[in-house]
């Protein structure tokens, strides 16, 4: 794994000195870290996005054109610097670090470590997609299992399953064969990378602000993955030079993994651990019981003067229809790009889904919701494409199952107590979890309309029309406008009549 830095945010005005001067002496460069020194050297300002952080630390207490608090900030980096440390980390104004952005290129990085990545929300990530992009064969070997001695069988084990990939890629090309390249592509690699174990190798695109990435590396730095570990650690080798006066708690609180081995322990004793007979793919935990009321009445509220409790006996008056005539109201002519109303935050709903990683991939991904994850368990079970049922792929799954089966257990087996986290590297996408996915009705309007369209991948898609159904049983007005993107349009003229 790599962690380069790409960019970061710096103050317009140095930009544009610079730019004037490589104007009349065009240089030739290709190194990033002599291209900051050259710039540095050319504008004689250090090039640091701390110094609009610190300006805008100013603003709250000096009357100052923001321009010459910029310049100011500027003008004395070491004096930015300790202005930085002391609101940052004296007076805890932690937010003045979100105002400087770095981007960083992750690449040769696991699927499991992503999962570490990404499930930070107030960053931005976009990574190479599996179902879009041939896989060549390039997974990790996992640290742990290095010094467990067991990186020959490991790495063996991994090349199966690509292997396995290669020979459902060749069946499902030949089902796909009369469509066009891209389908046909997106179609086979969708599907044939259900066998493909969690230490595949993936590249992303991370932009992130100096209290996020404190965040994570702190995070990073007790993870039970030693890739994850590294991963803080070049991030923290990337960006320190660049922010040194943001970044500054990425220490663990080693008293956070003492306490988790020992809810795990109290966990593993309280909970029967049984597989349920009936457990439910998605479940309804918990439906707004007010919702519908409150964010209704939080719509008189906002656009009125009435008292909250005013707005809800209006409310309580209004038949069904009436209310449902309020909130299209509300949101007439919407478009497709729109979010709703804020006001239907008032509205949460709670799953509890199993799904396959695959699947999960996606679901990580939607940083509004609150995400709690368990380790893959493969007595779970796996998620089969029907498309590799369908060209008799069914015994090259099984047996890639079996192989990841038998290398999670030994795994599990010999790795020691602090290391086993790592044999879900041996897993695959086909592999599933447990989560509980909490989201309020504007959000899960959100997820539908990307996960319920014609574009999304089917495994997702399933988990959120049923998710969708559930909650529109339970709640039918707050779900009123939940649909695939492709179809608004006609959910649009049912609600709205036509636009015209
Ligand atoms: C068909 C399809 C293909 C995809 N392919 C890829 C792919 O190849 N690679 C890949 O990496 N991802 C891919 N994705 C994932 C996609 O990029 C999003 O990460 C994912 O759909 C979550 O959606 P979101 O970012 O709109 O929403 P959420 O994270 O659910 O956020 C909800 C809304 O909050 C707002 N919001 C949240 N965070 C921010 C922020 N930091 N700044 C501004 N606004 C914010 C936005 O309005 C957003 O729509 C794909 C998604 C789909 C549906």
């Given at each position: 794994m790599q962690v380069t830095l790409a960019g970061y945010n710096i103050d317009v005005e140095i930009i544009e000195q610079v730019a004037r001067i490589t104007n009349e002496y065009p240089y030739d460069i290709e190194d990033f870290d002599h291209l900051i020194d050259l710039l540095t050297k050319l504008s004689g300002e250090t090039l640091s996005p701390e110094t609009v952080a610190a300006a805008y630390a100013r603003i709250s207490r000096s009357d100052k054109d923001m321009k010459e608090l910029r310049r100011e900030a500027r003008f004395s980096i070491s004096r930015t610097r300790r202005t930085n440390e002391r609101i940052v980390f004296g007076y805890g104004h932690a937010s003045i670090a979100e105002h400087a952005i770095v981007n960083l290129d992750i690449t040769g990085i696991s699927r499991l470590a992503i999962e570490e990545l990404e499930s930070h929300r107030l960053a931005s990530y976009t990574e190479s997609s599996q179902r879009y992009i041939a896989m060549t064969g390039d997974f990790v070997i996992p640290q742990e299992v290095i010094e467990a001695g067991l990186a020959e069988r490991f790495r063996s084990d991994c090349e199966e399953l690509f292997s396995a990939y290669h020979d459902l890629t060749d069946k499902l090309e030949r089902k796909y064969a009369n469509l066009p390249d891209r389908d046909r592509n997106t179609k086979t690699r969708e599907d044939a990378r259900?066998?493909?174990?969690?230490?595949s190798r993936s590249q992303v695109g991370v932009t992130i602000n100096a209290r996020t990435a404190e965040w994570m590396i702190r995070n990073f730095n007790r993870s039970p993955l030693a890739e994850v570990r590294d991963l803080g650690q070049q991030m923290l080798s990337a960006i320190k030079s660049i922010v040194p006066s943001l970044?500054?708690?990425?220490?663990?609180?080693r008293s956070l993994e003492a306490a988790q081995s020992e809810i795990a322990y109290m966990s593993q004793s309280l909970v029967h651990n049984k597989l349920d007979e009936n457990e439910l793919t998605v479940e309804l935990i918990e439906a707004p019981l007010n919702g519908e009321l409150n964010a209704l009445a939080s719509i008189l509220f906002g656009s009125g003067y009435g008292s909250f409790s005013s707005c809800l006996s209006a409310l309580e008056k209004m038949n069904s229809s009436r209310r449902e005539a309020l909130l299209v109201t509300a949101h007439k002519c919407i478009s497709v790009h729109e979010p709703l109303r804020r006001e239907l935050e008032l509205g949460h709903f709670t799953f509890s889904v199993t799904l396959s990683s695959s699947a999960f991939a996606q679901f990580k991904?939607?940083?509004?919701a609150t995400l709690i994850k368990q380790r893959y368990l493969p007595e779970l079970g796996n998620i089969v494409p029907d498309s590799i049922i369908e060209v008799n792929g069914e015994d090259i799954f099984q047996h890639s199952i079996e192989v990841s089966n038998n290398l999670f257990e030994l795994l599990q087996d010999k790795l020691n107590d602090d290391n086993k986290?790592?044999?879900?590297?041996?897993?695959?996408?086909a592999h599933k979890r447990r989560v509980i996915f909490k989201a309020n009705a504007r959000e899960l309007t959100h997820f539908s309309r990307l996960r319920?369209?014609?574009?999304?991948?089917?495994d997702i898609r399933g988990i959120a029309k049923e998710m969708i159904r559930l909650a529109r049983e339970a709640c039918p007005a707050l779900m009123?406008?939940?649909?695939g993107k492709d179809s608004f349009d006609t959910l649009s003229e049912k609600l709205f009549g036509n636009n015209e």
């Open positions: 259900y066998v493909l174990p969690l230490a970044i500054k708690h990425t220490e663990p609180n991904r939607h940083r509004i986290y790592a044999a879900q590297y041996a897993l695959t996408n319920e369209d014609t574009h999304a991948q089917w009123l406008f939940a649909s």
